[in-house]
T-cell receptor, first 113, second 115 residues
Framework: DAGVIQSPRHEVTEMGQEVTLRCKPISGHDYLFWYRQTMMRGLELLIYFNNNVPIDDSGMPEDRFSAKMPNASFSTLKIQPSEPRDSAVYFC???????????FGQGTRLTVV | QQQVKQSPQSLIVQKGGISIINCAYENTAFDYFPWYQQFPGKGPALLIAIRPDVSEKKEGRFTISFNKSAKQFSLHIMDSQPGDSATYFCAASPDYGGSQGNLIFGKGTKLSVKP
C-alpha cells in the first residue's frame, strides 16, 4: 500500500479564497483523522471519522472549516473563506479497529497570504 | 485536563549518549500512550507505544517508562545516533481499542545528536 496520500503537498492561496485539502486513507482502514500542525499550538486533532461518519468535530476551530468523507477512500477538509491564521501543515491519518497505530500522510503545507 | 505536557523543548546529545524525554498527563481516562517521530517535511510516524497495564516497554534502542501513579511517562533512546535527530512527540488517547489516532499530543522535543 502507498500509505496515506494527501494532496496537494503545498498550497498558497489568497485570503478569502476557498481551499480544499484531500486525503486518501490506507485501504481497509475505518478511521480517518485530520490534524493541524503549527509552531504555536503543535499538533491538534480537528475531526475524525469512523466508517465515513464524523465522530468528533470539537477540534474544528470555526464554521469556516468543514470536512467530509463521502466514501471509505476519500476525505476533504475545506476552509471557506481562508485567513492568514489558517496557515499551517494539515495532516491526514488513518487507522483500523484493533490495529496498533495511526498512519500519517506527508501533510499539506497551506500558506494563506 | 486534556493536556499532555512534554519536556524538554529541545535536546542536544552526543553520539552514543542517552536521550531522555518526559511527558505528563492529567486525564486518568487516557489508555494508550504512543511516541511519534517526525523528520522535517514528513508526517509523524509511530516509534513505540505503551498501555498503562505495564510499566516499561522496550523496542531495540527505544524504551518507554510509565508511572501510572505519577501520571508520567518517558522515552529513553540508548546509544543515540545522528540519524535519530528528529522531533519527538508524546501523545495520549482514551481509545486504544479502535481510534489510535484520536490523540492529544505534547508540544514536541527537537533532538539533535552530535557526531
Amino acid at each position: 500500500d502507498a500509505g496515506v496520500i494527501q494532496s496537494p503537498r503545498h498550497e498558497v492561496t489568497e485570503m478569502g479564497q476557498e481551499v480544499t485539502l484531500r486525503c486518501k486513507p490506507i485501504s481497509g482502514h475505518d478511521y480517518l483523522f485530520w490534524y493541524r500542525q503549527t509552531m504555536m499550538r503543535g499538533l491538534e486533532l480537528l475531526i475524525y471519522f469512523n466508517n465515513n461518519v464524523p465522530i468528533d468535530d470539537s477540534g474544528m476551530p470555526e464554521d469556516r472549516f468543514s470536512a467530509k468523507m463521502p466514501n471509505a477512500s476519500f476525505s476533504t477538509l475545506k476552509i471557506q473563506p481562508s485567513e492568514p491564521r489558517d496557515s499551517a501543515v494539515y495532516f491526514c491519518a488513518s487507522s483500523f479497529w484493533g490495529g496498533t497505530e495511526a498512519f500519517f500522510g506527508q501533510g499539506t503545507r497551506l500558506t494563506v497570504v | 485536563q486534556q493536556q499532555v505536557k512534554q519536556s524538554p523543548q529541545s535536546l542536544i546529545v552526543q553520539k552514543g549518549g542517552i536521550s531522555i524525554i518526559n511527558c505528563a498527563y492529567e486525564n486518568t481516562a487516557f489508555d494508550y500512550f504512543p511516541w511519534y517521530q517526525q523528520f522535517p517535511g514528513k508526517g509523524p510516524a509511530l516509534l513505540i507505544a505503551i498501555r498503562p497495564d505495564v510499566s516499561e516497554k522496550k523496542e531495540g534502542r527505544f524504551t518507554i517508562s510509565f508511572n501510572k501513579s505519577a501520571k508520567q511517562f518517558s522515552l529513553h533512546i540508548m546509544d543515540s545516533q545522528p540519524g535519530d535527530s528528529a522531533t519527538y512527540f508524546c501523545a495520549a488517547s482514551p481509545d486504544y481499542g479502535g481510534s489510535q489516532g484520536n490523540l492529544i499530543f505534547g508540544k514536541g522535543t527537537k533532538l539533535s545528536v552530535k557526531p
